[in-house]
């Protein structure tokens, strides 16, 4: 029977790349609705004719109810007023020293950069994308510091570290639904004024209100100390993002640091401070290059984001499964299903099977999975279902996920490991299975053996 309405019988309609990035977000714009983020740039970002844009995104992320903590450098502006006053810049140990003159510019570089940031999130000019917004934003004294004082013989004078951040006062304007801006600089119950870190300021605020993720936003050329007030190394070099890769752990901080060089000062200072507040409870830093357009938005909106996670454990994690894990795991399967890679498997079937399943989960998102079916009286094991998500080939996941079976096998005291494929023989035979006819499977998979697929048999050795 043929439809009377022409438009049933046309084919699909292209899909559309901004509907399908939408779709795509929605996951992590429901999940970061009402978190808390600390997000650190230098005064760089402030001085960069495209500093607009950065604040459209932040401005993006407050209106999706994200509650924000900015922090910003000054270096350029403090450096531009030291020049002009014929000031010289002192380094001891990497260390700026803030005598009174520095002093003065970094008070006034500070207060411009302010006054700069907040004249931008205040645009509500028709046909832009501040159109129609309203975001208060508050600065104050959050940050009590202490001076770094005289260490191996050397004054520091007004370089300081942060001593406490009134997670209070911080704690009532977000929930005001304000964005709290703190610049670097902290304040003594003496009355004096200390020139901090921003990374420091940054790393405080964010263990203070125990944030949802640290986010800092680099350089991609960076100068000397594009985000703190401590680094003497003056040498332009690439952010080596090859070298610190997608994810770090923060117990490896350190050894890398020590290993690795060609990182520069600015990025170290972020690397220390984020696996030190890693190790205060933040579950997620984020080390995103500014320079990349939209970099901010795709590491938080996208499942791989565009920067370095770092985070205290590993971000993610291969375990077994769970009956809550089955209609995540219906999904990862039905597109090689209805290809006919894989036996379809129902619901209930899969429920009643789940603790043979291992699988891999990033975000929520399970990224791959394996089957493992023991005969041990012939001392073999079937592994079935392997499975990895579209998104996530190449990349090395199957080949983790099938040496984790490999190793429960093993543990089991199995000998052999087999498959029976359609379609991805060549990727078994890579990986040291070897053809086999069914009749080397144990005698209760033989009879289980569907002869209308016509399935290949490969066994490996362990």
Known sequence: MTSSNP?????????DPFVDWVRQATPYIHAHRGRTFVIVFGGEAVA????????????????????????????PQIEARLAGRGAQLGYVNGLRITDQTALACVKEAAGVVRVEIEALLSLGLANSPMAGVRIPVVSGNFVTARPLGVIDGVD???????????????????????????????YSPTGEVFNLSAADVARGAAVALGADKLIFLT?????KDPIGADSADS???????????????????????????????????????????????IRRVHLVQRRRGGALLRELLTPDGSGTLISAEPYEELRPARIDDVTGILELLRPLEDRGVLVRRSRERLETEIDRFILTERDGLITACAALYPYPSAGMAELACVAVHQDYRATGRGDR??????????????????VLTTQTAHWFRERGFEPASLGALPMERQALYNFQRNSQVYIKAL
């Open 7 to 15: 438009d049933l019988n046309d084919p699909a309609p292209p899909r």
């Open 48 to 75: 960069d004719p495209r500093f607009p844009d950065l604040v459209h995104d932040i401005a993006l992320l407050h209106g999706l109810g994200i509650r924000l903590v900015l922090v910003h450098g000054a270096r």
């Open 156 to 186: 520091y004078a007004h370089t300081g570290a942060v001593r406490r951040i009134d997670r209070q006062t911080l704690r009532a304007v977000l929930d005001q639904g304000a964005v709290a801006l703190m610049p670097p600089l902290g």
């Open 219 to 223: 350089e991609d050329l960076v100068a």
């Open 235 to 281: 040498e332009t070099r690439n952010l080596p993002q090859d070298l610190l890769g997608s994810n770090l752990l923060a117990r490896d901080i350190d050894a890398l640091l020590a290993a690795a060089s060609g990182i520069p000062e600015d990025v170290a200072q972020c690397l220390r401070a984020g696996a030190e507040a890693c190790r205060n409870g």
């Open 401 to 418: 996920l099938l040496a984790h079976m490999q190793d429960i096998a093993r543990a089991a005291g199995i000998e052999r490991l087999f």
